[in-house]
T-cell receptor
Framework: NAGVTQTPKFRVLKTGQSMTLLCAQDMNHEYMYWYRQDPGMGLRLIHYSVGEGTTAKGEVPDGYNVSRLKKQNFLLGLESAAPSQTSVYFC????????????FGPGTRLTVT | GEDVEQSLFLSVREGDSSVINCTYTDSSSTYLYWYKQEPGAGLQLLTYIFSNMDMKQDQRLTVLLNKKDKHLSLRIADTQTGDSAIYFCAENSSGGYQKVTFGTGTKLQVIP
């Protein structure tokens, strides 16, 4: 049981490049989330999904797109990377029953130059 | 909107108790959580408390909830160097999905 995995672990992009971050979970969770973590700002929700084929915007969605074609995978895309998107990105998943504990992946450290 | 605030840093000596504080704004929160993030890793749930409880104890951890003041605290007894981490307070909001709002995190440094 691997839990939540993220690929890649590190990435450096040039401004304007695009990339996709992959999140996979093997716990059959309905909910999945993408957060970014920046110093002094905690975790901010980018997008989330409440089930296969559904996605919704979180607190800071601009510049990102997501897809959830399979229940176990949640992809985060950056169409045209900007230096402001330099951050650590975390994927998480949770059950739909209380207490709604979120299980986190190890994170992807992205630097945009 | 919901807001969760914490102090950014706390330093304690090994063996002392640590108290990490948090304030939140959403009075309709059903669960409040403490997550722990060790260096280079994702967050892990440490403990949680249901909103109709005042206190929860789990081994060295004590969670206190003051709903009137919207104040949550985490006490770690006999703090060890392995407790050095970032601790996030979080609240579960009553949105259309189970949305969790995280605080900024408190970095706990344990001095040997």
């Amino acid at each position: 049981n691997a839990g939540v995995t993220q690929t890649p672990k590190f990435r450096v992009l040039k401004t304007g490049q695009s990339m996709t971050l992959l999140c996979a979970q093997d716990m059959n969770h309905e909910y999945m989330y993408w957060y970014r973590q920046d110093p002094g700002m905690g975790l901010r929700l980018i997008h989330y999904s409440v089930g296969e084929g559904t996605t919704a915007k979180g607190e800071v969605p601009d510049g990102y797109n997501v897809s959830r074609l399979k229940k176990q995978n949640f992809l985060l895309g950056l169409e045209s990377a900007a230096p402001s998107q330099t951050s650590v990105y975390f994927c998480a998943s949770s059950y739909i029953v209380s207490p709604y504990e979120q299980y986190f992946g190890p994170g992807t450290r992205l630097t945009v130059t | 909107g919901e807001d969760v605030e914490q102090s950014l840093f706390l330093s304690v000596r090994e063996g002392d108790s640590s108290v990490i504080n948090c304030t939140y704004t959403d009075s309709s929160s059903t669960y409040l959580y403490w997550y722990k993030q060790e260096p280079g890793a994702g967050l892990q749930l440490l403990t949680y408390i249901f909103s109709n409880m005042d206190m929860k104890q789990d081994q060295r951890l004590t969670v206190l909830l003051n709903k009137k003041d919207k104040h949550l605290s985490l006490r770690i007894a006999d703090t060890q160097t392995g407790d050095s981490a970032i601790y996030f307070c979080a609240e579960n909001s009553s949105g259309g999905y189970q949305k969790v709002t995280f605080g900024t995190g408190t970095k706990l440094q344990v001095i040997p």
